[in-house]
């Protein structure tokens, strides 16, 4: 049975057929019950992630949470967040992000936690832990249950009760890291608005929450529905990061993403007024057998900075769980309730 619309093809159990559909019968129409443009090929994806006059919508809220939100680098648009981009960047080149050390901080990690390396764990935390460590942060347990927190305010299901928590959570978040300014981000903290890199920082972090999660439990469902694949993997005669990459962009764990028109404007023969929203389908356009694009981890001037550290991290992390004895593939999951998320919960 088809998903009821494309908000909820991003937790269906396979999408993919309907996106097709859309593709080939209506690539862009307003969806009455959506109250939203929807946008399914390659073509006017990348057409409508180009455009000036459509922007992303950052969070309007005066809670602190919604003030770091609107710090990301991803929830502004223009020049001005160009320079910090690049210095990101640039700070996280710099940095010791190898697969060797992530995959050392991985083993330690894996030792370190409580219950040990079940599924959801090794998605949901570790993902946080590793990369904070390998930023400088000296991550804690705690540090997971914060960004939990922070980034259920963004979730179109999240209550009152979770926004007010999302909002403590930031101001634990911001406390923590100010205390520490590590070596590395010095550099950083002297050219930019301190609360501003550090509010970048802690972005990167509820995407490993999310993102990463997403693109780990989506490979080991990948590998559990494969097991030729599997064998070759434990055989060593195909790499991990191959079956990463390909779940990245076959089976992304962001499925869509919005767009909020500032100008009117005309797509695909039809007028658009301002104020309109359109949700670009990003898993469907990476379908788009007319395309070579990907849109995982955005695109032109929204294309993610992480994105080659997302999926070497997804790539260790699972590496370093398959190693280990005893370590089960997914037999049975759901998929978070999310507007645009595809994260497994496996049970």
């Not at 972005?203 to 070759?232: C, F, H, K, W």
């Not at 767009?259 to 007028?271: D, F, K, L, P, S």
């Not at 007319?290 to 080659?308: I, V, W």
Request: aromatic share 8%; charged share 15%; with cysteine.
């Amino acid at each position: 049975m088809p998903p009821i619309h494309a908000i909820a093809a991003a937790t269906h159990p396979n999408p993919y057929p309907y996106y097709a559909s859309l593709r080939a019968t209506t690539p862009f129409f307003f969806d009455t019950e959506l109250a939203c443009w929807v946008a399914s090929t390659a073509e006017l994806v990348g057409q409508i992630m180009q455009n000036p006059h459509c922007q992303v919508l950052a969070p309007a809220s005066a809670s602190r949470a919604a003030e770091l939100f609107s710090r990301l680098i991803r929830m502004n648009e223009g020049e001005a967040h160009a320079p910090l981009k690049r210095r990101l960047q640039q700070g996280l080149a710099e940095l010791d992000l190898s697969a060797t050390h992530l995959l050392l901080l991985t083993q330690r990690w894996l030792k370190r936690l409580p219950e040990g390396p079940s599924l959801n764990t090794l998605c949901r935390h570790l993902p946080v832990l590793v990369l904070a460590d390998a930023l400088g942060f000296a991550p804690q347990l705690r540090l997971v249950e914060w960004i939990s927190q922070l980034v259920a305010y963004l979730s179109a299901f999240s209550s009152e009760a979770e926004r007010l928590q999302a909002s403590v959570a930031a101001e634990h978040l911001l406390a923590h890291f100010s205390g520490l300014r590590p070596e590395h981000c010095s550099l950083l903290l002297q050219e930019f608005n301190q609360q501003v890199v550090l509010a970048n920082l802690i972005g990167l972090l509820t995407q490993s929450y999310e993102a990463t999660a997403g693109l780990l439990g989506n490979s080991l469902i990948a590998l559990a529905q494969n097991p030729e694949v599997y064998q070759r993997i434990l055989a060593g005669i195909e790499p991990i990061s191959a079956l990463v990459e390909s779940v990245a962009v076959q089976d992304p764990s962001v499925q869509n993403t919005r767009r909020v028109v500032t100008q009117a404007i005309e797509i695909y023969g039809q007028q658009l007024a301002v104020g309109d929203t359109i949700l670009l389908l990003l898993a469907s356009a990476n379908h788009d057998a007319s395309s070579s694009e990907h849109f995982s981890f955005g695109y032109g001037r929204h294309a993610c900075p992480g994105q080659a550290l997302a999926t070497r991290l997804a790539t260790v992390i699972l590496d370093a769980y398959l190693c280990g004895e005893n370590r089960p593939l997914p037999v049975r999951w759901a998929y978070q309730a999310s507007a645009n998320a595809r994260i497994p919960q496996f049970n």
